[in-house]
Nanobody, 115 residues
Framework: QVQLVESGGGLVQAGGSLRLSCAAS????????MGWYRQAPGKQRELVAT???????NYADSVKGRFTISRDNAKDTVYLQMNSLKPGDTAVYYC?????????WGKGTLVTVSS
């Protein structure tokens, strides 16, 4: 059974930083595409960043230069380092696993950025 468990969300002031983690189980992590999506209140879920099995990364334009996605295959964990946070980054952040075996999502972690 695939499980993706996010952690690290919380309340932070604008300009601050947070690091999200997603621990995966039930998958062959090292060959999986991993990523982060987010959903703000009243909006559709949107891509934040993805990282391939080869550690190639892709970012939404809105977070380029501020967010960094990384992975630790030894720990089956993917991270999202978020710097220079803005109130517009407020959302529930979801861990994502794609590729072989289909798409899976975590339950999400709330990030709130106050102005």
């Amino acid at each position: 059974q695939v499980q993706l468990v996010e952690s690290g969300g919380g309340l932070v002031q604008a300009g601050g930083s947070l690091r999200l983690s997603c621990a995966a189980s039930g998958i062959i992590f090292s060959i999986s595409t991993m990523g982060w999506y987010r959903q703000a209140p009243g909006k559709q879920r949107e891509l934040v960043a993805t990282i391939s099995r080869y550690s190639s990364t892709n970012y939404a334009d809105s977070v380029k230069g501020r967010f960094t996605i990384s992975r630790d295959n030894a720990k089956d964990t993917v991270y999202l380092q978020m710097n220079s946070l803005k109130p517009g980054d407020t959302a529930v952040y979801y861990c994502y696993k794609g590729g072989l075996g289909g798409d899976h999502w975590g339950k999400g972690t709330l990030v709130t950025v106050s102005s």
